[in-house]
């Protein structure tokens, strides 16, 4: 892998400013949690340079697949409206639908869409103007030999074919600039951490780095080892910290993958990492390079030669979270405008009802531990609320007023939070959102539950999987907080659009059903 200016500059900024050893403090939460203290003042450094999320090559590449199919398509049209062809015909359709798969099978055989030939303008032009040219003439040959483009004049193709060429390559030349700056600012490529040391990683790293046109760039690695067996500096790179430092690392800076070096055979040290790491958000792969163990295609993956082992992949990644994300947005402005008379009936009510503001704002764990705040109506007196959720809200609890008590056992109270689906921080579905200080038995809900952070992969959502099956309300024992954290982390492992769908029209029959809700 060739190290961009970007990672370069990062690294050597890095290493300049501190050393890798693991700085001890506490670790203590108060009403918002503290930044990490457990990290070393390299690993700040370099997570610092890391918090600019990244633009998946994938989606760069479907986003160009579609500008291509639209270019092709409306050139085509207008150039058969030129031509005097009838729009609505079957004359005028079946060739752009022919043009389309054609480009498709054409410029993908050509490359066209590979990260780096986007990044060279004249190579890139010249594949789309062969790749053009062909599938012109292939429909020039079609229409010779058969009826099938009879009605079009040959004129047409050729305006067809002058006008989608400029098209497509003033279209290329935009996108092969926006790929080289993304490529300078360090935003296109999947950003990977070694777990693991010493010669087996070095080895691992060196062979990464001789695979032609890789998009992996390794930001450094976390071992727990401290002989020599792990030095500070391996193949060029730093270690930051031990592996329980690396969910600390995840949680403030974009990484994309873990890659863990420790061999298959030692299955005991290996399940001790994934019980730590499956937590964050990202794809979690481990090497194969040297174990003489052949796996099925479904449970491997490659880097150019190089084998892994996919253990854990990152959920909702590429075109899923732009899906989910799209589909966010319509909804939750179509819910708004829908319910925006019983939001202003609610918060007339609740101004009758008792002083103080219409709204309130707790601090509750977003996406990767985030902290983000969230929109409720007020449901107590002023006076009486808890921002930190320091004591459950329990049956006949005097701290809620009388349209506090309704909203809250309807779950009107939480539709202010369609607001912080468009401000991106919820989305409509996911893992419903727990107060910073939430906690059973004295207990705080993540001591309660092994993995619980895990339901911190997605965003949290205004409903959920967990919530319309009956796991919503009171949480007063560890069972309970054990069940939700099950049917959130299902729900994760298993979502569609379909899934979400489900869950948002099943979510008013669960409301009838308000056991719980206080």
Same mark, same amino acid.
């Given at each position: 892998?060739?190290?961009?200016?970007?990672?370069? %500059?990062?690294?050597?900024?890095?290493?300049? &400013?501190?050393?890798?050893?693991?700085?001890?403090?506490?670790?203590?939460?108060?009403?918002?949690?503290?930044?990490?203290?457990?990290?070393?003042?390299?690993?700040?450094?370099?997570? /610092?340079?890391?918090?600019?999320?990244?633009?998946?090559? $994938?989606?760069?590449?479907?986003?160009?697949?579609? !500008?291509?199919?639209?270019?092709?398509?409306?050139?085509?049209?207008?150039?058969?409206?030129?031509? +005097?062809?009838?729009?609505?015909?079957?004359?005028?359709?079946?060739? #752009?639908?022919?043009?389309?798969?054609?480009?498709?099978?054409?410029?993908?055989?050509?490359?066209?869409?590979?990260?780096?030939?986007?990044?060279?303008?004249?190579?890139?032009?010249?594949?789309?103007?062969?790749?053009?040219?062909?599938?012109?003439?292939?429909?020039?040959?079609?229409?010779?030999? +058969?009826?099938?483009? =009879?009605?079009?004049?040959?004129?047409?193709?050729?305006?067809?074919? %002058?006008? &989608?060429?400029?098209?497509?390559?003033?279209?290329?030349?935009?996108?092969?600039?926006?790929?080289?700056?993304?490529?300078?600012?360090?935003?296109?490529?999947?950003?990977?951490?070694?777990?693991?040391?010493?010669? !087996?990683?070095?080895?691992?790293?060196?062979?990464?780095?001789?695979?032609?046109?890789?998009?992996?760039?390794?930001?450094?690695?976390?071992?727990?080892?401290?002989?020599?067996?792990?030095?500070?500096?391996?193949?060029?790179?730093?270690?930051?910290?031990?592996?329980?430092?690396?969910? *600390?690392?995840?949680?403030?800076?974009?990484?994309?993958?873990?890659?863990?070096?420790?061999?298959? =055979?030692?299955?005991? =040290?290996?399940?001790?990492?994934?019980?730590?790491?499956?937590?964050?958000?990202?794809?979690?792969?481990?090497?194969?390079?040297?174990?003489?163990?052949?796996?099925?295609?479904?449970?491997?993956?490659?880097?150019?030669?190089?084998?892994?082992?996919?253990?854990? *992949?990152?959920?909702?990644?590429?075109?899923?979270?732009? /899906?989910?994300? &799209?589909?966010?947005?319509?909804?939750?402005?179509?819910?708004?405008? /829908?319910?925006?008379?019983?939001?202003? /009936?609610?918060?007339?009510?609740?101004?009758?009802?008792?002083?103080?503001?219409?709204?309130?704002?707790?601090?509750?764990?977003?996406?990767?531990?985030?902290?983000?705040? #969230?929109?409720?109506?007020?449901?107590?007196?002023?006076?009486?609320?808890?921002?930190?959720?320091?004591?459950?809200?329990?049956?006949?609890?005097?701290?809620?007023?009388? #349209? %506090? =008590?309704?909203?809250?056992?309807?779950?009107?109270?939480?539709?202010?939070?369609?607001?912080?689906?468009?401000? &991106? *921080?919820?989305?409509?579905? %996911?893992?419903?959102?727990? $107060?910073?200080?939430?906690?059973?038995?004295?207990?705080?809900?993540?001591?309660?539950?092994?993995?619980?952070?895990?339901?911190?992969?997605?965003?949290?959502? #205004?409903?959920?999987?967990?919530?319309?099956?009956?796991?919503?309300? *009171?949480?007063?024992?560890?069972?309970?907080?054990?069940?939700?954290?099950?049917?959130?982390?299902?729900?994760?492992?298993?979502?569609?659009?379909?899934?979400?769908?489900?869950?948002?029209?099943?979510?008013?029959?669960?409301?009838?059903?308000?056991?719980?809700?206080?």
């Amino acid at each position: 892998m060739t190290t961009t200016p970007h990672s370069a %500059g990062i690294l050597k900024n890095a290493l300049a &400013g501190g050393s890798s050893g693991s700085t001890t403090g506490s670790n203590t939460r108060e009403d918002t949690p503290a930044e990490p203290t457990n990290l070393s003042p390299l690993a700040l450094k370099v997570a /610092a340079g890391l918090r600019k999320s990244v633009i998946a090559p $994938a989606v760069v590449s479907g986003t160009t697949r579609l !500008v291509d199919f639209l270019i092709v398509a409306v050139v085509g049209l207008v150039s058969m409206h030129l031509g +005097g062809v009838d729009l609505m015909s079957v004359t005028a359709l079946l060739p #752009v639908l022919s043009a389309l798969i054609l480009t498709a099978a054409f410029f993908q055989a050509a490359d066209c869409y590979q990260i780096p030939v986007m990044r060279q303008v004249l190579a890139h032009g010249a594949r789309i103007a062969v790749a053009w040219t062909l599938v012109v003439l292939t429909l020039y040959m079609i229409k010779s030999v +058969g009826n099938f483009m =009879r009605g079009i004049d040959e004129a047409v193709l050729v305006v067809w074919y %002058g006008f &989608g060429l400029a098209a497509l390559l003033v279209a290329r030349v935009v996108t092969s600039g926006l790929v080289r700056q993304w490529t300078r600012d360090g935003r296109l490529e999947r950003r990977a951490v070694i777990v693991g040391g010493g010669q !087996v990683a070095a080895d691992l790293i060196h062979e990464i780095e001789n695979q032609p046109n890789n998009d992996i760039r390794i930001c450094g690695l976390f071992d727990d080892r401290k002989s020599a067996r792990s030095p500070d500096i391996v193949a060029g790179y730093p270690k930051l910290g031990t592996v329980a430092d690396l969910v *600390e690392f995840g949680r403030i800076a974009r990484i994309d993958m873990l890659i863990v070096t420790i061999p298959l =055979r030692a299955e005991k =040290r290996l399940l001790e990492f994934m019980k730590k790491l499956w937590v964050l958000p990202v794809d979690i792969r481990l090497s194969a390079h040297t174990d003489k163990v052949s796996f099925r295609d479904r449970a491997s993956s490659f880097i150019g030669t190089v084998p892994f082992v996919d253990v854990v *992949e990152k959920p909702m990644a590429d075109w899923d979270g732009i /899906a989910k994300r &799209g589909f966010d947005i319509c909804v939750a402005t179509a819910a708004i405008i /829908a319910l925006s008379p019983v939001m202003l /009936a609610t918060a007339i009510a609740i101004r009758l009802d008792s002083k103080g503001p219409v709204l309130f704002r707790q601090k509750r764990y977003g996406f990767n531990n985030e902290v983000i705040d #969230v929109l409720k109506f007020r449901s107590m007196y002023h006076e009486m609320s808890d921002p930190a959720a320091k004591k459950v809200v329990t049956k006949n609890d005097p701290r809620v007023t009388p #349209v %506090g =008590r309704f909203i809250r056992r309807t779950s009107i109270d939480e539709l202010p939070q369609l607001f912080n689906v468009l401000r &991106g *921080e919820l989305s409509l579905v %996911g893992p419903r959102p727990h $107060a910073v200080n939430a906690h059973t038995d004295n207990k705080l809900w993540d001591e309660v539950v092994d993995g619980y952070f895990a339901r911190h992969k997605v965003k949290p959502g #205004v409903t959920g999987w967990a919530q319309i099956n009956g796991w919503r309300g *009171e949480v007063d024992t560890p069972e309970k907080i054990q069940k939700r954290v099950e049917y959130d982390v299902y729900y994760i492992e298993n979502w569609s659009i379909l899934f979400d769908i489900r869950i948002l029209l099943a979510t008013p029959l669960a409301l009838f059903k308000p056991e719980g809700a206080y």
